[in-house]
């Protein structure tokens, strides 16, 4: 595992832990109707690359020294990316709430609080929210080899596939 991306690994964990240890619930970072929130929701993402609702709180922007970009995303119910893939490969955290994660020609899993998801290289894959509760996400991803690649949106036949 790249090195950067254990510190970040380990930097999140101890943050939560102080987090529930502390039993402060109310710092700036947190929610009033969300007493569980380790990072706050960030800005709402104005951009095509999702269906529905989702806001996005930089953790750690990549740049010229460091090429992970790091954010909490917080997606509400029924919305997901589009088909997109990584160059470098992604990590996903999830942290609260239930979510989904599907590479292309897989089928489509439940994501819930400590999963986590590494996403290969090139593979085109989605994630997003159950239609039933908002997901939170940390959202691990390296630029090294260059930038996101966004495809189709994804259908609902795609979105709703294994449900019951």
Not at 99 to 127: A, F, M, N
Request: with cysteine; hydrophobic share 35%.
């Amino acid at each position: 595992m790249n090195r950067n991306v254990l510190l970040i690994l380990i930097l999140i964990a101890v943050g939560f832990l102080s987090c529930k240890k502390s039993g402060d619930q109310s710092t700036a970072n947190q929610s009033s109707s969300d007493d569980n929130r380790i990072f706050s929701r960030g800005e709402k993402i104005k951009n095509d690359n999702f269906q529905g609702t989702a806001w996005l709180q930089w953790l750690s922007v990549d740049d010229s020294t460091n090429h992970i970009g790091v954010g909490s995303v917080t997606i509400e119910p029924g919305a997901r990316t589009k088909w997109h893939l990584h160059p470098d490969g992604q990590i996903i955290l999830a942290i609260s709430g239930t979510g989904y994660y599907q590479e292309q020609g897989s089928p489509k899993r439940s994501l819930r609080k400590g999963d986590v998801v590494k996403c290969p290289p090139d593979i085109p894959h989605w994630h997003g929210a159950s239609s039933g509760e908002t997901f939170v996400q940390i959202a691990i991803t390296s630029r090294l080899k260059g930038p996101t690649q966004w495809l189709l949106a994804v259908s609902e036949e795609e979105y709703h596939a294994g449900e019951k």
